[in-house]
């Protein structure tokens, strides 16, 4: 089956407050929809290059876009994750990679009525647990993880900048006098610190409470003496697109998790087949979000259900950043996890109000 129509939108959704990327804040996030079209079914994608985290602004992916949908010859109805990339052409843009495996995907959702993405998977995950994530100064931290806590979230993933290593601390401190066994924390550092600032933070921490640290160190080939030395295993994020092939230079043993950004990694196929690799590392495979609207979200959590029968909690908590997202029924979590139906379906009908048209014409 062949789409018929295309349009594309723009979107620009504020954040209840600022969320940290890098070394900046950002308060109002700007993305594109791209809708796909055949007949009454629709399937929506969702391209969004994230500022201080992509090299494509929005302009350089609605261009792409653009040029990819009016010249390529799309076909669905009997793709799979793994093989939805193979008819576009190599070296998009991720960001735009993502929108249209997205958009292909759920079309032929529509059309088939089931999302069967990849083949052998008897019965995939109904929940979907989240891990929460905590950012800001410490009373604000530990107000929110209290509030979080209440509603049943028991991972959280805590922020922690080399310049800020002393707070950190303190925060996690206080997180375990709180929440001590209840809780798993993970960290992420985004790649902050050096070799020996990380050996000190890693070290005064307690080893046994903390799942994995993010991107602890600027040159990733020292994960492995870090490990040694303090126990505690890493999780690979920017490494996994910054620099692929030096993820398998790391051993097994040091990887905590690889953590999947479907729009960093370079689309859904890539997405799958990074999951696949890590879980026969015996690692954990954490679907995660660029702050992008409850279109992905919803599809990623679709994903990440059929990625393993018992997923480990997911970076899409992201959602409630939002003042107001694009699906017409809000996503929600229940007891910290998504239900993975629920926010899929409401994924698929985003208020058209809160898009404003750039193109459409039909193939
Ligand atoms: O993983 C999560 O829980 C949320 C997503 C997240 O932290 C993130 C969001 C945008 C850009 C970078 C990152 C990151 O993991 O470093
Ligand atoms: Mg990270």
């Not at 093989?83 to 032929?108: C, D, H, K, W, Y």
């Not at 046994?208 to 030395?229: F, K, M, N, Q, T």
Request: net charge neutral; proline share 7%.
């Amino acid at each position: 089956m062949k789409p018929l129509s295309v349009s594309i939108y723009r979107y620009s959704l504020p954040f209840i407050r600022p969320v940290p990327v890098g070394s900046r804040s950002i308060a109002t996030r700007e993305g594109l929809v791209l809708c796909l079209q055949h007949g009454p079914f629709r399937g929506y994608g969702e391209t969004a290059p994230l500022p201080g985290l992509h090299e494509e602004c929005l302009d350089d992916a609605f261009g792409e876009l653009e040029a990819v949908l009016r010249h390529a010859d799309l076909q669905t109805g009997s793709l799979s994750a793994l093989t939805v990339s193979e008819q576009l052409p190599n070296n998009l843009l991720p960001s735009v990679r993502t929108g249209i495996e997205m958009a292909l995907l759920n079309l032929q959702a529509a059309w088939t009525g089931s999302f069967i993405p990849l083949p052998g998977i008897p019965a995939p995950a109904d929940r979907l647990p989240l891990n929460a994530l905590l950012f800001g100064d410490t009373p604000t931290v530990l107000q929110q993880a209290a509030a979080l806590y209440r509603r049943g979230y028991r991972t959280f993933k805590l922020k922690v900048q080399a310049r800020n290593a002393d707070t950190a601390l303190q925060q996690i401190r206080e997180l375990d006098r709180s929440f001590g066994n209840d809780v798993l924390l993970r960290l992420d550092s985004n790649r902050s610190f050096d070799r020996n600032e990380a050996r000190e933070f890693l070290s005064s921490l307690p080893a046994d409470r903390i799942a994995y640290i993010e991107e602890p160190l600027s040159d990733p080939s020292g994960i492995p003496e870090l490990v040694r030395r303090t126990a505690i295993r890493c999780a690979l994020d920017e490494t996994l697109w910054q620099a692929p092939h030096v993820r398998h230079e790391l051993p097994d043993s040091c990887l905590g998790a690889y953590i999947l950004k479907p729009a960093r990694t370079g689309g859904i196929s890539a997405t799958t087949r990074l999951a696949l690799e890590a879980s026969s590392r015996g690692s954990a495979a954490v679907i995660s979000s660029v702050y992008e609207s409850g279109i992905s979200i919803g599809f990623y959590a679709r994903l990440a259900s059929l990625l393993s029968r018992t997923p480990t909690a997911c970076g899409i908590d992201t959602f409630r950043q939002f003042r107001q997202d694009l699906p017409l029924t809000p996503i929600t979590s229940e007891s910290g996890a998504l239900d993975v139906e629920t926010v899929w379906q409401r994924s698929r009908t985003p208020d058209e109000s809160r898009l404003k048209q750039l193109s459409a014409w039909t193939l």
